[in-house]
Nanobody, 122 residues
């Protein structure tokens, strides 16, 4: 499966952005999808994940209550709605997919998109 992340950009602190992950090349509804992010000079970290059916979601503590992950299997797309953005949310956001159970570790994901930059100004 091929993944294309989009929707990043510049937002002010307290604002909102929605990033999308569009999939192609296989039956998207078979795959769990996760969002990870990497800030300059930092390691990649887990943000949120959703199971293939959409029935199970996980969030990092740092984004819980502010970010919402969802998917539309008819459109082969996973969304990450980001509200109440903070400057520390600034990072390149990557989506990833796995044909196995949804997880929170990067090594559990086999397919990665190219990333989209989110910048939050204070």
């Amino acid at each position: 499966v091929q993944l294309q992340a989009s929707g990043g950009g510049l937002a002010q602190a307290g604002g909102s952005l929605r990033v999308s992950c569009a999939a192609s090349g296989d039956t998207f509804s078979w795959y769990a999808v996760g969002w990870f992010r990497q800030a300059p000079g930092k390691e990649r970290e887990f943000v949120a994940a959703i199971s293939a059916s959409g029935g199970t979601t996980y969030y990092a503590d740092s984004v819980k209550g502010r970010f919402t992950i969802s998917r539309d299997n008819a459109k082969n797309t996973v969304y990450l709605q980001m509200n109440s953005l903070k400057p520390e949310d600034t990072a390149v956001y990557y989506c990833a997919a796995t044909g196995s159970a949804v997880g929170v570790m990067a090594y559990e994901y086999d397919y990665w998109g190219q990333g989209t930059l989110v910048t939050v100004s204070s």
